[in-house]
């Protein structure tokens, strides 16, 4: 299965992802990396496995049903047949949702419906909940709304300190991403 990975920032789910994928875990071939962000950690590590980079500036385009027909010709081009959002810091338009319905899926850090958007780690860590965790979920229109596809908990002791919470959040991260990708994969939700 062809999937590209949409990232903003550092890119450790997509080295999760590539590592599933050469260990025969995960069945799939990640054939883009698309970013919004020209200096992107994940863009090093694209280059690093010899995956392919889509790059753009969202700034260039009159708006984002432009840059979004750019970007979904780009993963017809590698005939992407799913989207998989790690990190990516923006929310799907139109464009993309119909181009790719029912095949976006994202993965967040907390137990949604709680701490939605930005900086839900910082955000359950300051509530003071004892127990958090990651979501994948498909994605729709709105901000981490769409249908649960899969929940993992992560634990907050009493002597943790955000940034334990946060290796401890990525760590759940990087195994249940790829997991629950072979699941979809496996169910035939990509193709
Ligand atoms: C992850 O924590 C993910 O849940 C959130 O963005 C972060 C991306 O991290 N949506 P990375 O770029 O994969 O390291």
Redesign the pocket.
């Known amino acids: 299965t062809k999937l590209a990975v949409f990232?903003?920032?550092?890119?450790?789910?997509?080295?999760?992802i590539q590592a599933a994928i050469e260990q025969g875990e995960l069945d799939a071939e990640v054939v883009l990396v698309v970013s919004d962000q020209a200096n992107?950690?994940?863009l090093d590590k694209a280059k690093a496995f010899g995956v392919e980079t889509f790059v753009f500036d969202p700034k260039a385009f009159t708006n984002k049903a432009a840059f979004e027909s750019k970007i979904v010709e780009a993963l017809h081009i590698k005939a992407v047949e799913g989207i998989i959002?790690?990190?990516?810091?923006r929310l799907i338009g139109p464009t993309l949702l119909h181009a790719f319905e029912g095949r976006i899926i994202?993965?967040?850090?907390s137990l949604l419906p709680s701490f939605k958007g930005l900086d839900?780690?910082g955000q359950a860590f300051e509530a003071g909940v004892k127990i958090t965790g990651?979501t994948i979920h498909y994605v729709d229109a709105g901000m981490d709304t769409g249908r649960i596809i899969a929940q993992a908990c992560v634990a907050i002791d009493d002597a943790d300190t955000r940034a334990m919470l946060?290796t401890n959040?990525?760590q759940v991260?990087?195994k249940l991403y790829p997991e629950t990708i072979q699941t979809l994969i496996t169910k035939g939700d990509f193709s």
């Open positions: 990232a903003s920032g550092t890119g450790s789910n997509f080295v999760a992107a950690l994940v959002l790690a990190g990516y810091m994202n993965i967040h850090p839900a780690i990651v946060q959040i990525q991260e990087h």
